[in-house]
């Protein structure tokens, strides 16, 4: 099985790697799609997504996710997942893929990462995640019916969160360090229509208290300099993401932050190396833009492989 060679492996399994495989394997290049988890990226850690076009009402972020995957197996991409890219072999004008089940060389590469979301690094955090501390709110939201929940950051994901949130906890505590919202106002406007939500701004979280799970959170005041502690039974952390790129060491280029250096096209700073979605550098974080960047790096190995 390892050592087979592929037109093109794509590592990544979210929409923007499941969007290139589409496109490579419906040009009938041999395509080998890679994914550490399960397929579907981000869209599975959404509940319903409303601004991917085509479906004016909505969709749930599996179903989007499960449609993405069935079409990539429809034109015949080679779907490996729980194999997680462990590091690239770029020496030599080789292009290899090492996993922890063994290595895949292909002729093309398309990265598609995506990103996970930032840690705080707060007294408690590590300690009580899986025990409150969540990163999900689809995924840990429904166990807080009734209680009583705080949600850290202002972006489009906290306000998106706190809002399904809303759905179940009997109120959600919405801290946020400055005076205003990084994300969309028409969200946060909804979030607070609910009558749900308690809006705790300038104010940074200091330490998540609790012995078997979350008992409580404290914030501190940024004028004031005051503590205060809440008493709530889940915190969500959602103060932005950081890139899947620790495999790619140095292989190709990256810049400060982890992201991935491209150009317009996609192209990396390795020969036949391509990346799309979240990973790459100045993405913005869409699910029809990381579609749309599969599109173009699965463009560029066209260019590459079939009309050289
Ligand atoms: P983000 O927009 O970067 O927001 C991160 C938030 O966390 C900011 O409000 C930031 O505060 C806060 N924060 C960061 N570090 C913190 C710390 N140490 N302590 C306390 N707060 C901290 O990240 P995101 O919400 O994950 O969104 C990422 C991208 O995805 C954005 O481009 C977003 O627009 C996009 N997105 C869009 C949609 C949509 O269009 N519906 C949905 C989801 C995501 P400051 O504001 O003070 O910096």
Redesign the pocket.
């Known amino acids: 099985m390892t050592g087979e060679r592929y037109d093109t492996i794509i590592v990544g399994g979210g929409p923007a790697g499941l969007t290139a495989g589409i496109y490579t394997a419906r040009e009938q290049l041999r395509t080998l799609l890679l994914e550490k988890a399960i397929c579907g990226g981000w869209p599975l850690l959404t509940a319903t997504i409303e601004?991917y076009p085509g479906f004016p009402e909505g969709i749930s972020g599996a179903e989007l996710a499960a449609r993405f995957k069935a079409q990539a197996e429809r034109f015949g991409v080679e779907i490996r997942e729980r194999e997680e890219a462990v590091a690239l072999d770029l020496s030599g004008g080789k292009i290899g893929v090492e996993t922890a089940r063994g290595s895949w060389r292909g002729r093309s590469l398309i990265l598609a990462p995506g990103c996970r979301m930032?840690k705080?690094g707060l007294p408690g955090e590590e300690e009580l995640a899986g025990r409150g501390v969540s990163y999900c709110a689809v995924c840990d939201g429904p166990l807080y019916r009734g209680r009583e929940v705080a949600v850290?950051?202002?972006?489009?994901?906290?306000l998106?969160e706190a809002l399904f949130l809303t759905r179940f906890a009997a109120r959600v505590h919405l801290i946020?360090?400055?005076d205003r919202?990084?994300?969309?106002k028409l969200v946060a406007a909804e979030l607070e229509k609910t009558g749900k939500a308690r809006f705790l701004l300038k104010s940074?979280?200091v330490a998540i208290g609790g012995k078997d799970g979350v008992e409580s959170i404290t914030v501190r005041r940024t004028e004031t300099g005051k503590e205060e502690t809440v008493p709530v039974e889940a915190v969500f952390v959602?103060?932005?993401?950081e890139p899947n790129t620790g495999f790619i060491r140095e292989t190709v280029r990256l810049n400060g932050d982890g992201f991935i250096v491209t150009d317009p096209a996609g192209k990396t700073s390795a020969d036949g190396v391509f990346a799309a979605g979240d990973a790459r550098e100045g993405n913005?974080?869409?699910i029809a833009a990381a579609c749309g960047e599969g599109v173009a790096a699965a463009m560029a190995v066209r260019k590459l492989l079939v009309e050289y």
Do not use: D, T, W, Y
């Not at 850290?152 to 906290?158: C, E, F, L, M, P």
């Not at 959602?238 to 993401?241: D, K, Q, S």
């Open positions: 601004n930032k705080l850290i950051g202002g972006g489009n994901v906290a998106e946020h360090r400055r919202f990084r994300g969309e940074v979280p959602f103060v932005g993401v913005v974080r869409q």
